[in-house]
Each structure stands twice: as structure tokens, then as C-alpha cells.
């Protein structure tokens, strides 16, 4: 080794942290190709009583470098924490298994037993992966708290072997009574993708104590993000859900609400860039009003929302009396609509909440919805069943809402109501008599679409006659009743879908908007008006109708009646 080099490892380690356990050689630019490379740093990583932090990050490890190291490691049975986050720059991707298996080998060795292990930015691929498989199989991992693998570049193949290798360590250590118990799981930017995800996500159910899951940047779509989101249920001490920049869309979105409604620990939720668009808000907004109770932080950013679902959202994180931030930036709401969140905010003393929002999209045209709906025509495609996920008596349907798999059965439809459904006609509904009431067992708040339809073709039946009126309205309510009776998740499902079909929301893939007549809008608004009929969801109502009054417009004078009464509701309100 050349005296100059001898000189600059001398002048590093000088500047080296020693003390409190913890041996650091962090960020010193050491490059350190062999056994002669590293003969200072070996002779103090010996000498050094109760080690039990080594950081190396910020460093250049070649194989013989490592060997060297390791050797130096195999008595240190104290080491708790690894700090060995990129230490592999200007390596041959060959080389850097090799080194992790000798120093994973070294940790073995010793009988330590880590509790944090950080190899982030260290884009050694799926192979090594393979180059820590055995140190996370074996018992000085059974006591890890916090694996991070941030930008390393795993891949699917990588993915698999992480999850199988947490598994069989969660295993092996519940089999002596001390099951592994995973806090910290951090793997964004690695190329995961569906088939990663899915794989991790089983082991996260086994495992069942994480707190904070950080895993942007993976091209996750919705079907891998349906996994992660039946695992997340799984831990209930979640505090920390990061699963910025990949693609939920509807599917994703429901699912991933559908989750949260089991978390009572969640403080900080990251789902931007997400593309969490409306209805994905809509469900996130039901969600925040029936639980989180002490969310701190919350971003939908560049998620496509529009103005009428992101005042939803601002609504609903009114009573949150820890919440600290709203991230809405980057999505559409236009000029007037950013204004009108900030009003929103601000009404009500939360505009400190507010994040900047100086990178909105604008409000979207009919080209941008026209793009949307043929993506989303592929996700279409895939059958339902391929999307359900069966967990403790209950299916998370395809559209991401639940229902449960033990309910009884719906009783047997008389020939008169399936012959009213297939044809519905006043005439028909009056036939029906007292039995008319029976058509709300037609209908389920887990199958938001069908519910809608049935809705809306009732409602259109609508007449001055009043027998005719009173028998309509007698059957909205009784159908309306059983819908909003349910979790506010559920209920902010159907009502979403309602205004998909009513044509007052954009919403994604192939949904037929009605040609709405003036009933419909009738009798939603002597719906609005009654007790089964909750406040917020006539407020929901009142955004979306006053801020898409155009739609209503083919029914003007019944489209007037609606926005004054909800328009009073919610002066009263206030």
C-alpha cells in the first residue's frame, strides 16, 4: 500500500465516531479493494469491546476488502445494528453477492443477533438478494426490527427470494417461541412489480408487526396493491403506509380503504402519485370519518382528483385533532377549484393544513377522460374473481369494496318483483303492493353498480299521481335506507357510483351514464331530506351537485329544486 494512501486511511479514521457501541466509518470515500486496504480499519473493529453498531455507508467494498472485515466480525456477538448502506459504488455487480455473503457469513458466525440491517443503494439486483438469503433465514435476523433495502434494484426474482427468506426466518423463530417481529420495512424504488409485491405481501400477513412500510417507486398496479392491502390489515400497529408513485387506480384505491377501516395506528399515509383519482378519494374521505383517529399526515397528490372529490376529502379531515398536513398539489382542480379549497380550509381554521398546491393539473377535458376510459378498459378485462380476496368473513370484491362471504342468502324474489326489475313500470310497482318495500332486498351496497341502476329505474318511475308518488318514494326509501345503513366506506362507494351514472363524476372504465329525467332528481331530493339520510352524505351530494350543475341541466326545474334544498341543508349546517 502506497504511503500516500496509508497517510489518507490514517487522516479518515482519525475522523471516525468511536463511541456508544457504535464504530463509524460513514461517508469517508474509502476505497477499499483488499486485505492490505483495510489492515487499520480490521485493527480497530478487533480491539473494539461491545460493538454493536457498524456503519460502513458512504464507502467502496471490494470481495477480498470484505472477507477481510468479515473475519474481523466473527467475534463481535454483540453487533445489533448494520449501517451498510451504499458501500458497493464503482463495484462489478458479481462482486458484491460474494462480499455480503461473507460478512452475513461473519454475523452468523459470531451468534450475534441484529435487531437493524441497512444495505439501501446498493443496486446489487436480485443476485444479491441471494447474498443475504442465509443471513435472513437464520437466527441473528430472528430479532430484526428494521430491514431496509431502499434502491437496490431487487427486481421481481428479487422480490420472491426476500419474501421467502422472511417467511421461512418468521417460521424458524415462532418455532422457538420468539416469532420474528418486523417493524421497519423499507424497498422503494426496486422494481417490484405485481408479482414482488404479491410475494412480500404474504409474508407481511405472516409477519403481522409492522409499523411503517415504505415502498414507492415499484410499478405496483392495482393488482399487486390489492395484495399489499390485505396484508396492511394484518398489522395493526401500522403507523407509517408509503406507497408513493405507483398505480392504484380504482381497484387499488378501494382496496387499500378498505384496509385502512382495520388500522387505528396509522399517522402518516402516502399515496401520492398514486393515481387515487376521485373515487379513490371519495373512499379514502368515508375512510378518515369513520376511523384513523390520530392521522397526522395525509397526500393524494397527482392522483387526478377533481375539485368537487378534493373538498370531500377536506371535509373529512376536519375533525382530526392531530392532523399536521393535506397534500392535494399536482391534481385537477383548476383555478377556481384550488381557491375553493383553500376557502374550505381556511372556514374552518385547518388552512395551516394545506400544502401548496402550485403544481395543479387544471380541471380536465373530455380528451383526458376519453384516454382514461380505454386504459382503464384493459383492467376491465380481467374477471372479478381473479381480484377477490377472501379474509376474516370477508371478500374484497374487484371493485375493492367488501362484502360478506356468510351473509344469508337473499330470499327467493317473487315472480312479480324480478318481473318488476326486468321491466320496472309504474304500473308494475303499484301491482306490487305492500311487497314493493321487498325490493330492498335486491339490493347490496358491496355491488354499488347494480344498486345505482335499480335505484335510478325505481326513481324514474316518478309522477304527480300521487298514488304513484307515494309509492315511489315509499320504495326509494326502503332501498336508500338499506345502502346507507352500512360502513361509510360502503356508502361513499354506492353514492359515488351513483353520481358516476348520474353523470356528475368522472369515474374510470366503461360505466353507462342515464339520461336523467326529472324524478331521479325529485326523489333524491326528498331523500335528502330524511332521517336514514345522513348529513355528510347530503354534503357529499351538495359539492358534486353544485359543482356540476351543467349535468343537470336537461332537468333544469327538478335540477333546481335539488341544489336549493341541499344548498339550505348545508346553510343550516353552518
Known sequence: MASDDISQLADALSKTHVGDGELSYKGLGLKLDNEGSVEDLVREIEQYQGLRALRLEGNTVGVEAAQAIAKALESKDQLQRCYWSDMFTGRLRSEIPTALMSLGSAVMCAGARLTELDLSDNAFGPDGVKGIEQLLKSPSCHTLRELKLNNCGMGIGGGKILAEALTECYRHSSALSAPLKLRVFIAGRNRLENEGASALAKAFQLIGSLEEVHMPQNGINYAGVMALASAMRHNPELRVLNFNDNTFTKRGTLAMAQALRHLRNVQVINFGDCLVRSEGAIAIAAVLREGLPILKELNVSFGEITEAAALVVAQAVMDKPHMEKVDLNGNCLGEEGCEALKEAMENNDKGDLLGSLSDDEGEPDDEDDEEEEEEEDEDDDASDDCNEDEDD??????????????????????????????????????????????????????????????????????????????????????????????????????????????????????????????????????????????????????????????????????????????????????
Open 393 to 574: 368473513g370477508e371478500i374484497v370484491t374487484g371493485n375493492g369494496t367488501p362484502r360478506k362471504d356468510n351473509s344469508p342468502e337473499k330470499p327467493q324474489s317473487s315472480a312479480e318483483i324480478v318481473s318488476f326489475l326486468s321491466c320496472p313500470s309504474a304500473e308494475k310497482l303499484l301491482q306490487l303492493g305492500e311487497t314493493r318495500t321487498k325490493l330492498q332486498q335486491q339490493v347490496d351496497a358491496s355491488d354499488p353498480h347494480k344498486a345505482s341502476e335499480v335505484l335510478l329505474n325505481i326513481a324514474s318511475l316518478y309522477s304527480e299521481d300521487q298514488e304513484t308518488k307515494a309509492a315511489v318514494f315509499e320504495t326509494i326509501d326502503a332501498v336508500l335506507k338499506k345502502l346507507l345503513s352500512g360502513s361509510d366506506l360502503q356508502s361513499y362507494c354506492f353514492l359515488s357510483t351513483l353520481l358516476v351514472m348520474m353523470g356528475l363524476l368522472k369515474g374510470e372504465g366503461k360505466m353507462k351514464k342515464v339520461s336523467l329525467v326529472p324524478g331521479q332528481l325529485l326523489c333524491l331530493e326528498h331523500a335528502v331530506q330524511q332521517e336514514y339520510f345522513p348529513q355528510h352524505h347530503a354534503s357529499l351530494l351538495h359539492i358534486f351537485v353544485s359543482k356540476n350543475s351543467d349535468a343537470l341541466k336537461p332537468c333544469s326545474s327538478a335540477g333546481e329544486r335539488l341544489s336549493f334544498t341541499l344548498e339550505k341543508m348545508f346553510n343550516d349546517q353552518h
